[in-house]
């Protein structure tokens, strides 16, 4: 069980953290430069915070009332580093066995963790002869042979390509359940967050926002709130009214108005969510379908960011709406688009959820 | 040709005490420089390496005064004597040594060092099993390069040491009383020899650095 709450400031940049994690896996999500990696560094008793206190299983690793702060070496807190930090003067053995007591034990115990990882063979190759997902197996050895009471994990895979990553996502999933430890897994990518964590904690300029468990992302209901809560999709509040013409729905917002279809939506005050994958770019020259149900709108390309199989694109549509919408990267590459690029896209009526509104159901 | 051979041991004498001197100080210093964050590390720096471009002779006024005017360091005797030779070759050689040793320091990935820091490790065994073994190569290098120019100084050596036949005549400054004496062949015997210890520490670093570089390049 960790639970920390700490508060540090660098440059005018000021961190205020509030978490509890249990025997589960958290996943720190945030953009770049909102603190993620700091807090990281914190737990791990590599940064010193302002005030504060970080417990650990009954353990207080810092405390500012009590004046406690433990050295890293002391806290037993397990630190997987995003470019990895293998020694590069030391065989892959050696990097295990680093971890462990020296002498003929520890390095048969790190051969264990090597064979473990699926590194057998590998044993006397140095970092600079190992594959990126080797290397990162080497790491996660390491990192376990230590035996930490806490893991964290700072966007380990981010350098990994698809088939590897899912794989290692697979073995930390594995380790989680038998090592029976917290883990804490920062990253800003969508995937990995599905597919690993347990608990979503929300960071944003520094503050942890807010956290809820990841299933919260599938319900019905309270989905598009908790995507919105990640910074990811468009959400919109409005009113919804019934149409004269065929059995559609109008949601009309403050700077948006869409196309509904009929049976899935109720009339009255609505919040309104579009996944980013659901928004379709529309190819110039090919005829827009009926079924988009007119809501085509024009936009011009803000920002592009590759994300692996897709990219993520922010347009600014001409009703000052910036809009989140992921790609696939081939078709994207045919279209050509780059930030500053005109574009049409249009948003089909069955990719909106809906909502009854009101406060908010957090 | 044996006439040479009182101020080669002597200068081999010197050297063995100023290369300890060198590592541990410019070590050091290079160390602080390189990870230590202190009021003044910009003037510090600057003043590190300004015997580099003074005339060794403002250097070596400069020590002669220093130690000339303390009364605790003058009753020591070290002026004209032996230590004043050791003195006078790590001040001498101290600039590149330092320079060498933070840059080693500086390429070694913090980060590195913070994994070993969390796998349970305290400073001193990180800086031993870590920092050290990454920071070799250039370190090495930077004792080449200083040794070498310890062993061959000769203003600094001149001004606080004098230059005393079998007590404090390094092989520079022999060759100096050799051309003034018109022997040049002897000052054509010890010229060559330091050109030759010149030459094979040159290739030493060479090849460390080479080395390095294959290293690099298999990353």
């Keep these: 069980m960790l639970h920390a709450e700490f508060a540090d400031s660098f440059g005018n940049f000021s961190l205020r953290v509030s978490l509890t994690l249990g025997m589960e896996t958290g996943v720190l999500f945030g953009r770049s430069g909102s603190g993620k990696s700091m807090t990281l560094r914190t737990l791990a008793g590599l940064r010193t915070p302002s005030e504060g206190s970080v417990l650990l299983d009954e353990r207080t690793l810092y405390s500012s009332a009590e004046r406690i702060n433990l050295p890293p070496r002391e806290r037993n807190v397990g630190l997987l580093f995003q470019n990895l930090a293998l020694f590069p ?80 996502r697979r073995e930390l999933r594995e380790i989680r359940a038998e090592a029976g430890i917290p883990i804490l897994y920062v990253t800003h990518q969508i995937e990995d967050l599905c ?109 592009t960011a590759p994300l692996g199989g897709s990219i993520r694109l922010y347009l600014a549509s001409e009703n000052g709406v910036l809009w989140q919408a992921e790609h696939p990267s081939e078709s994207y590459q045919t279209l050509r688009l780059r930030p500053g690029s005109k574009v049409r896209f249009a948003v089909p009526p069955a990719g909106i959820e809906s909502w009854s509104g009101g406060p908010s159901p957090r | ?150 062993l061959g100084d000769f203003g600094v050596s001149l001004m606080i040491a004098g230059n005393i036949p079998g007590r404090t005549q390094t092989l520079p400054l022999y060759i100096y009383n050799r051309v003034e004496t018109l022997d040049f062949a002897g000052a054509h015997v010890a010229s060559l020899l330091l050109v030759g210890t010149g030459f094979a520490s040159l290739y030493l670093v060479r090849r460390l650095e080479e080395g390095r570089n294959e290293r690099r390049a298999a990353c």
């Excluded at chain 2, 009182?6 to 100080?25: D, G, Y």
């Excluded at chain 2, 980060?111 to 305290?122: F, S, V």
């Design chain 2, 1 to 150: 040709m044996t006439a040479m051979l009182p101020p080669l041991l002597l200068s081999l004498r010197v050297l063995l005490f100023a290369v300890p001197l060198l590592v541990l100080l410019g070590g050091g210093i290079g160390w602080l420089l390189a990870r230590a964050n202190f009021p003044g590390k910009g003037f510090v720096s600057l003043l590190v390496q300004l015997p580099l471009i003074l005339p060794p002779s403002v250097m070596g006024f400069y020590l002669l005064f220093a130690i000339g005017r303390n009364p605790f360091l003058k009753s020591l005797g070290i002026l004209f004597s032996f230590p004043a030779l050791v003195l006078a070759a790590t001040f001498s050689a101290l600039p590149i040594m330092i320079q060498s040793a933070r840059a080693a320091f500086a390429s070694v990935d913090g980060e590195l060092e913070d994994a070993a820091r969390t796998l349970g490790k305290g400073e001193w065994t990180v800086f031993r099993t870590v920092t050290l073994p990454l920071a070799r190569r250039t370190l090495l290098v930077g004792l080449a390069l200083s040794a070498a120019r310890a």
């Design chain 1, 89 to 168: 003067h030391m065989t892959a053995l050696d990097n295990v066995a680093y971890a462990l007591p020296p002498g003929r034990k520890g390095r048969e115990h790190a051969a264990r963790w090597l064979a473990r990882m699926r590194m057998e063979g590998f044993e006397d190759r140095l970092p600079a002869r190992l594959s990126g997902g080797q290397r990162q197996r080497v790491a996660l050895a390491r990192a376990l042979a230590a035996e930490p009471k806490l893991l964290l994990l700072d966007e380990p895979f981010s350098a990994l390509d698809g088939p590897l990553r899912r794989s290692l």
């Design chain 1, 195 to 303: 597919s690993l964590g347990d608990r979503v904690f929300v960071i944003r300029d520094g503050q942890t926002a807010e956290s809820f468990p990841v299933e919260r992302l599938w319900e019905k209901g309270a989905r598009g709130e908790a995507w919105s809560a990640l910074g990811w999709g468009n959400l919109f509040r409005g009113r919804i009214t019934p149409c004269e013409s065929d059995c559609a729905c109008r949601f009309e917002g403050e700077r948006v108005c869409l196309s509904l279809d009929g049976g899935a939506h109720s009339p009255g005050e609505s919040l309104v969510f579009v996944a980013p994958d659901k928004i379709r770019i529309l190819y110039p020259d090919i005829p827009v379908d009926p079924d988009l149900g007119g809501n085509v709108f024009s936009a011009v390309v803000e920002e």
